[in-house]
């Protein structure tokens, strides 16, 4: 039915409505708000796990995950731009014309149908009307006298800047959108459906990127980021895409000779910045430049930005402890941060991953600490963070931190394990000796674990007692076993393997005596133990010398014997010495569109204030010949304000005040 | 014309006369900003950089055609400078040394940072309480006093900014740092910036028995910010993370709280809008309703603020995206804040299309305006609660 020329006025008239624009607002704000309550962006498996695989999927397809590139998105964007430039266009001619028009030739009953208006008896008409043409001049009206055998017309106009307030804010906003649109990465999304460029998703080497998913240098627009270890240079970024990547290539090299950060006093990051060297790869020009958060490295129409760093392979030297064999002779182990290392153990072939190292690792103060130092904050000193994965492939993850770590005025070597990420971290203490080593430790682990030498020390010490030497040969080999047996059930399942061991073997009315007796007994043999070891090690020569540390430490050995069984893998990673390698983390962007999107503001800003702050005013004095009545003619004075605001009414009403004296007399 | 537009125009209260704008205290007033932007030049120009120097020269003829704008506002900075500057020397007479807070009486008492901080919650609350005070009873006095109260509680809170800026630097030079990075402080600028917008309004507008309404957000910002002291001792003056140390935040941050607080007002105006209708619907004669400033006065006012606010946060955000070119390397990440910052502009933008162009006024904008501020508030507060992004600065 519809003719092709209505057809084209009915799209003109779709595009332009307010309807259609503020549907676009409200999708866009709906979007937005879906975007940052699903975060953007994560690896895909995240969202399986939060979101179970079937949401996952659908959730995929329409592009919850990367809500802010997905073509309807954009779409929303392109639809914006053209409703909003359709309807500038629409009210050009309009807003001109208002702008430029006096509307000096309104007939009289047109002016009483404005919102403010009255009619004034008046006797000299024309000194009325001069008197008011002077008054209007004055408050900065811009007047137009229009004369006529009917009457004289006066039609004053202010603040026509408002109606161009109108244009600088909708063509401003095309304008940052369209600047955006350049930034954005459209070309390539383009370039990916026609399958001229392909994202790479593998992680691989440089070397081995797919050349589809090379971008060349000249890309019009682009951000991404790249680490690059101390020492290290690179000439590419990767920019994300999907679920893979883009490696951009760069027009220079960027060399990191050096990475810090500055620290407050309270050990939290005051600067993190960059020694940085760039070389120009077609010229060979060279730039040095210190970056730093907050003031980046601006060349041509690319920025470098100081963006986040990490360990770039840190150089690690280790002593892996046993925790279970008979021997505890710690295995030397060197290494870096990103690297991993197979070790054969009985327990199989085992992977160690070593992720990452932290060389300050600030905690708040306990309030005891706090009230002792003043300090708020308290630095806990290197850590490694690593996973031993074992042939199946499953990892249990672990922090160790380098240096003991007071607790309660004693100092712990502390070591957390956990099976997952999600998971918090379930801590290992392990007191430190007088000499703040892991010896005494390790030494008392050993004879836990060896029934030779502790057979030994039982052996020595009950001859040497006066109490036990005095038994028969039989008592004393019972009371060796007795702790030996004792020992090896505690060892194996704590408290917990004497109380199952009572429970399956002695009758029930006999089970709490019993437990009672063993307890008192396994606490003799360990500390037989213990002090056997310490005399053995020349510490001390009788049990009086133990001091109070040495009766603590005991305690805190005890407890930390307990939590083995919950460590994990029995090895005791201790982190020796390490030689610091930092990697800066870049973000490189070339975004031509920021002049343009900044342009666009400019538009916005000032044109919210004209449309604001500037009341454009009319203002009509007409003296009408024919409406002569008994006393003279009578001047019909009219007013009105583009926003019908209320100031006007009270201005109207001093014009009129003005136009009734001059006129001299009343309504 | 009929009675409801003379009280309306009852209401209407002019601009200040070009004799107020230019008054010998004016005057007086202005010279006395260039003196002082000329001795802070003169005495701290090697600290700044080439953008902090811009924003100072820039503050001058700023403040000058500010105290043009709203005489009133003249009185008050003098104060808050006169109050500021006993406390520093206050500080600088017992050698600078922050601890002197808890022994000097005036720092104690009056001035230090915390303690005006106190002053100004006491002050606003009793406002409130002031304000809801004059409007039962139809006391003019009281009302003055409500006023009286809000501006004293106003002074506090600036001075109490400028020392906690001051005390900053006592703590250590390193931490120094304007007091508007944390989510404590900026509920004190909040909390200034909507009552001095409020008592803007006020006195252009005479509506007094609207200053319960907005005051009762104002406490209730002050309410959390009672609760942020002294249940999360949240006041400890901390150093800035990187990312913080820009002088773009000394600008986007408070054209950001103008518009913040431009929009709780305009919520509250829109929240007695709603009362008083509903009120003058079933008894139009209360005296209520009668206390309370026209229909048409109250529509107006909401539309002025939120045109206030709009254009204020237009700006914020602008800024916002032009510092985060800086510091993130793009003018727009769709990071939650930003992104929280675009709905609720967008809200903005949707609120005056309707109302210029569609002519809608009275009960559905009101509570269009009054929802705006449950946007408002997440994208305040309810972002850095619950959503992560770049904001929250956890990544470096
Ligand atoms: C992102 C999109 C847009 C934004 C942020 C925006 C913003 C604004 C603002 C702030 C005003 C001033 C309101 C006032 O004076 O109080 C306004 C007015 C107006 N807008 Fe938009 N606008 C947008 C899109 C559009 C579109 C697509 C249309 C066309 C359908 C449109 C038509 C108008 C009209 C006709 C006015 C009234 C101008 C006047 O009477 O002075 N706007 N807009």
Request: aromatic residues 14%.
């Amino acid at each position: 039915m519809a003719k092709p020329v209505s057809r084209a006025r009915a799209v003109y008239d779709f595009f332009s409505s307010m309807s259609l624009a503020v549907t676009l607002l409200v999708m866009l704000a709906i979007a937005s708000v879906i975007g940052t309550v699903v975060k953007q962006g994560e690896p895909y498996q995240n969202y399986v796990v939060k979101f179970g695989p079937f949401w996952a999927e659908l959730f995929e397809k329409i592009g919850i995950f990367h809500i802010y590139s997905t073509w309807w998105f954009v779409l929303v964007i392109l639809f914006l731009i053209v409703s909003t430039t359709t309807c500038v266009i629409r009210h050009v001619p309009v807003f001109l014309r208002d702008m430029n028009s006096h509307a000096e030739n309104l007939s009289r009953t047109a002016l009483l149908h404005q919102p403010n208006h009255a009619e004034v008896a008046c006797t000299q008409s024309d000194v009325a009307l001069q008197t008011m043409e002077a008054a209007l001049k004055q408050e900065g009206f811009k007047l137009k006298r229009k004369e006529s055998e009917r009457g004289v017309m006066i039609a004053g106009m202010k603040g026509r800047w408002n109606r161009l307030g109108y244009f600088l804010t909708h063509i401003g906003i095309v304008v940052i959108l369209l600047g955006a649109v350049v930034d954005s990465n459209l070309m390539l999304k383009y370039k990916v459906m026609t399958g001229q460029a392909v994202p790479e998703t593998r992680d691989v080497p440089i070397s081995q990127i797919n050349p589809k998913a090379v971008l060349p240098q000249d890309n019009i627009s682009f951000r991404g980021s790249v680490t690059i270890p101390e020492g290290q240079k690179a000439d590419f970024i990767f920019l994300p895409y999907d679920r893979g990547y883009f490696l951009q290539q760069l027009p220079f090299e960027m060399i990191v000779k050096k990475f810090h950060i500055n620290y407050y006093d309270t050990g939290m990051p005051k600067d993190f910045i960059t020694d940085l060297v760039v070389r120009d790869k077609a010229t060979g020009k060279t730039v040095e430049h210190t970056l730093r958060v907050n003031h980046p490295l601006i060349l041509g129409d690319i920025a470098i930005y100081q963006s986040s760093f990490e360990d770039g392979g840190t150089q690690l030297q280790l002593k892996l402890y046993p925790l279970t064999g008979a021997e505890t002779q710690p295995m030397e182990m060197t290494s870096r941060i990103g690297q991993k290392e197979i070790l054969e153990t009985t327990q199989g072939k085992l992977r160690f991953e070593f992720d990452d190292f932290k060389l300050h690792n600030v905690v708040p103060t306990t309030p005891e600490e706090e009230k002792q130092t003043g300090r708020k904050m308290h630095n806990n000193g290197p850590k490694l963070v690593y996973k031993i994965r074992n042939e199946q492939g499953t990892a249990k993850e672990y922090e160790t931190y380098m240096l003991p770590l007071k607790q309660q005025g004693r100092e712990f070597f502390v070591a957390g394990v956990r099976d997952s990420v999600a998971e918090p971290y379930r801590y290992l203490f392990i007191p430190a000796d007088e000499k703040r080593s892991l010896k005494r430790f390790m030494a008392f682990i050993e004879l836990l674990n060896n029934d030779q030498k502790r057979l030994a020390i039982f052996a020595q010490y009950i001859k040497s007692d006066p109490q036990f030497s005095k038994l028969s040969v039989r008592e004393q080999a019972l009371q060796i076993q007795l702790w030996q047996n004792l020992i090896r059930l505690f060892r194996d399942a704590g408290f917990k393997g004497i109380e199952h061991f009572i429970k399956t073997n002695v009758p029930e009315d006999k089970q709490k005596s019993i437990k009672d007796f063993y307890l008192a007994q396994l606490t003799d043999g360990l500390q037989v133990l213990y002090v056997e070891m310490l005399k053995q090690q020349g510490r001390i020569k009788s049990r009086d010398e133990l001091t109070d540390f040495d009766k603590t430490w005991f305690e805190d050995a005890i407890n930390a014997v307990l939590a083995l069984p919950k460590f994990g893998y029995p090895i005791f990673v201790k982190l020796e010495s390490f030689k610091l390698l930092m990697a800066t983390g870049l973000q490189v962007t070339k975004s031509p569109g920021k002049d343009i999107v900044y342009f666009g503001s400019l538009m916005l800003t000032l044109g919210v204030f004209l449309l604001f702050y500037v009341r454009q005013r009319r203002v009509w004095v007409y003296f009408d010949k024919s409406t002569t009545s008994d006393n003279g003619h009578t001047v019909v004075i009219a007013a009105k304000d583009n926003k019908n605001t209320p100031e006007m009414e009270k201005e109207f009403k001093r014009l009129l005040a003005r136009l009734q004296q001059t006129c001299g007399g009343t309504p | 014309m009929n009675t409801v537009n003379d009280t309306y125009a009852e209401h209407m209260q002019t601009n200040p006369t070009l004799k107020e704008r230019f008054s010998l205290f004016g005057i007086v007033w202005s010279l006395l900003v260039i003196v002082t932007g000329v001795a802070v030049w003169l005495d701290l120009h090697t600290y700044m950089d080439v953008y902090e120097k811009a924003i100072l020269i820039g503050a001058v003829p700023g403040l000058i055609a500010l105290g043009a704008f709203w005489p009133s506002i003249r009185l008050y900075l003098l104060g808050v400078a006169a109050l500021t500057l006993l406390g520093v020397w206050q500080y600088s007479s017992h050698g600078n040394d922050v601890k002197v807070q808890e022994q000097l009486f005036l720092l104690k008492y009056l001035l230090s940072s915390q303690s005006a901080f106190m002053w100004m919650s006491a002050l606003y609350v009793l406002a409130t309480a002031g304000y809801f005070f004059a409007l039962f009873i139809r006391s003019e006095f009281a009302g003055k006093v409500a006023t009286g109260l809000t501006w004293a509680g106003a002074t506090f809170g600036l001075t109490g900014m400028m020392m906690r800026w001051y005390e900053s630097y006592l703590i250590n030079p390193d931490y120094g740092h304007i007091p508007i990075s944390s989510l404590y402080e900026v509920f004190i600028l909040f909390s200034v910036i909507t009552a001095l917008v409020y008592l803007y309004f006020e006195q252009k507008y005479r509506t007094r028995a609207l200053g319960g309404f907005v005051m009762l957000v104002v406490s209730a910002a002050v309410a959390f910010l009672l609760w942020y002291t002294f249940d999360r001792e949240a006041y400890h003056i901390q150093p800035l993370v990187p990312a913080l140390k820009s002088y773009w935040m000394k600008l986007h941050v408070p054209a950001n709280f103008l518009g913040y607080g431009a929009f709780a007002l305009a919520a509250m105006v829109g929240a007695a809008y709603l009362i008083t209708d509903t009120l003058a619907r079933k008894k139009p004669d209360s005296t209520f309703v009668k206390a309370m400033p026209s229909l048409e006065m109250m529509d107006e006012l909401m539309y002025k603020s939120i045109a206030f606010g709009f254009a204020f946060f237009t700006i914020a955000t602008i800024l916002g995206a032009v510092w985060a070119a800086e510091a993130w390397g793009g003018y727009w990440s769709w990071d939650p804040k930003e992104t929280w910052a675009l709905i609720v502009w967008l809200n903005y933008a949707a609120w005056l299309h309707l109302r210029m162009t569609k002519g809608w006024r009275g009960r559905p904008m009101a509570w269009w305006a009054l929802v705006g501020l449950l946007v408002t508030t997440f994208a305040f507060l309810g972002v850095n609660m619950f959503l992560s992004g770049l904001h929250s600065y956890g990544k470096l």
